[in-house]
């Protein structure tokens, strides 16, 4: 998009404002004054060197990709195909203008968490960054994500609140042994009834413990926690059966089943 000048940029980036996600748009911030500083540039740089810095030949889905941040990083690292997901048209509005100034071929679709499995293929990079606690039924959605679209890797941030403490667990508890459920590094999902931060939509607030519970529980194994609301995860071929409610009916394009 080497024919727009930076004050139609601006104009644009403000018509379609406001943005979360702070992206430079060829000098343009988009979201300059973000509470969180140079958001979400100041978390990837936590974490970034924990994913693979050549993805050429890799697909990615983004899921809740919001104005795109990750989605340009992902492509930037040369993934074949970028796919960003997200519920929210303004969102996806922002994305699309992103990646069409920075002159990046990505592909924006809206589409929920809880339809993945419509898209009926896998992916070798799934992101799910920051989406978790914005949903009514979290662990249903780390399910359909290990059913339906992740073959290989798993990239999962969560807002966390609690212990950062880890304990190691029991296979099994007594039904008179209570004193675990008290402990910091117990797996915790706090449950937000109203309002956090003013966003009716943060209904959830795990502690570190519980976001490696539920992520094992889904069926990924844990690679590396580079930072700590961040996972890098594998989808564990070892676990042939989901817990999903609403498992794959159809088999994956490529495939004549689960692969």
């Known amino acids: 998009m080497t024919d727009i000048s930076h004050e139609q940029i601006r104009a644009r980036a403000e018509a379609l404002g406001p943005w979360f996600h702070n992206i430079d748009l060829h000098g343009v911030p988009t979201a300059p004054q973000h509470f969180l500083g140079d958001y979400p540039a100041v978390k990837w740089r936590r974490f970034s060197k924990a994913l693979p810095a050549d993805l050429r030949g890799k697909s990615v889905l983004d899921i809740g990709c919001n104005g795109g941040f990750y989605s340009l ?140 519970a539920m992520l094992r529980s889904a069926g990924f194994d844990i690679v590396s926690n580079p930072e700590e609301e961040v996972f890098i995860c594998r989808s564990n071929p070892a676990m042939t059966e989901s817990g999903a409610v609403y498992p794959a009916k159809i088999p994956m394009r490529g495939s004549t089943g689960h692969d």
């Open 73 to 212: 990083e992902m492509k930037r690292r040369g993934a074949d195909r970028v796919l960003g997901v997200d519920f929210d048209e303004d969102y996806l509005r922002q994305a699309r203008f992103a990646a069409e100034v920075n002159e990046l071929d990505i592909e924006f679709r809206k589409l929920s968490v809880y339809d993945v499995g419509a898209l009926g293929e896998r992916f070798d990079v799934v992101l799910f960054l920051g989406v978790l606690y914005h949903l009514r039924h979290p662990l249903l959605a780390l399910d359909l994500i290990r059913e339906h679209v992740a073959r290989d890797m798993l990239v999962f941030q969560s807002l966390q609140r609690g212990s950062t403490a880890v304990d190691k667990l029991e296979e099994d508890y007594d039904f008179w042994d209570m004193e675990m459920f008290d402990r910091p590094g117990f797996p915790k999902l706090h449950f937000i009834e109203h309002r956090y931060a003013g966003d009716p939509t943060n209904w959830w607030a795990p502690n570190r413990a519980c976001s490696a």
